[in-house]
């Protein structure tokens, strides 16, 4: 597997409570990638980042903030957690761009009551 | 937003038989089209992925069709095994610029359940 962990892997939280989720890799890869996995949906990236302090936003963006101060860590922010926004979380890497493989960490599931 | 359609939402075969998964997408700006396979409780991996200067690449049990005209590609899994009971999802290039530098969309996927 590729070096990347998702902390916290489980995650049940309050309507309105901010939630940081973090993802960390050893692979020095330059692009980072927050996905959210949702039944009939798929994977719909929410924000991604081709570099340090490079950020731009996905699809699904709204309500998720992004901040990369190192290469090796990636965090997603809900800044007030709402029902919508329970889903199975998936940061992905990829060492280049356009037909490089994207590898995936493990996923975290959170739970907004 | 492009859209990248899958079908079937989910599919049962027996041991042995062909699983068959198609994609259809709107326009990219690059062609590489690549299927992740995901088992329960883990992250999704490549699986197989194919850039359309051929029609067909196959490794293993594991083949990719493109047809770039009807802009469709799909996936068949020979020999099914239960060990390749899982989701599946197709992918493709999220942009129509020419500096996109990857963002994949990915189809709804297909749950793959093959008996014994």
């Known amino acids: 597997d590729a070096g990347i962990t998702q902390s916290p892997r489980h995650k049940v939280t309050e309507t309105g409570t901010p939630v940081t989720l973090r993802c960390h890799q050893t692979?020095?890869?330059?692009?980072m990638y927050w996905y959210r996995q949702d039944p009939g949906h798929g994977l719909r990236l929410i924000h991604y980042s081709y570099g340090v302090k490079d950020t731009d936003k996905g699809e699904v963006s709204d309500g998720y903030s992004v901040s990369r101060s190192k290469t090796e860590d990636f965090l997603l922010t809900l800044e007030s957690a709402t029902s919508s926004q329970t889903s199975v979380y998936f940061c992905?890497?990829?060492?280049?761009?356009?037909?490089?493989?994207?590898?995936f960490g493990p996923g975290t599931r959170l739970t907004v009551l | 937003q492009q859209q990248v359609k899958q079908s079937p939402q989910s599919l049962i075969v027996q041991k042995g038989g062909i699983s068959i998964i198609n994609c259809a997408y709107e326009n990219t700006a690059f062609d590489y089209f690549p299927w992740y396979q995901q088992f329960p409780g883990k992250g999704p991996a490549l699986l197989i992925a194919i850039r359309p200067d051929v029609s067909e690449k196959k490794e293993g049990r594991f083949t990719i069709s493109f047809n770039k005209s009807a802009k469709q590609f799909s996936l068949h899994i020979m020999d099914s095994q239960p060990g390749d009971s899982a989701t599946y999802f197709c992918?493709?290039?999220?942009?129509?610029?020419?500096?996109?530098?990857?963002?994949?969309?990915f189809g709804a996927g297909t749950q793959v359940v093959v008996t014994p």
């Open positions: 992918a493709a290039p999220a942009t129509m610029t020419t500096d996109s530098w990857g963002k994949l969309q």
């Open positions: 992905a890497i990829s060492e280049g761009q356009g037909i490089d493989t994207q590898y």
């Open positions: 692979e020095n890869h330059r692009y």
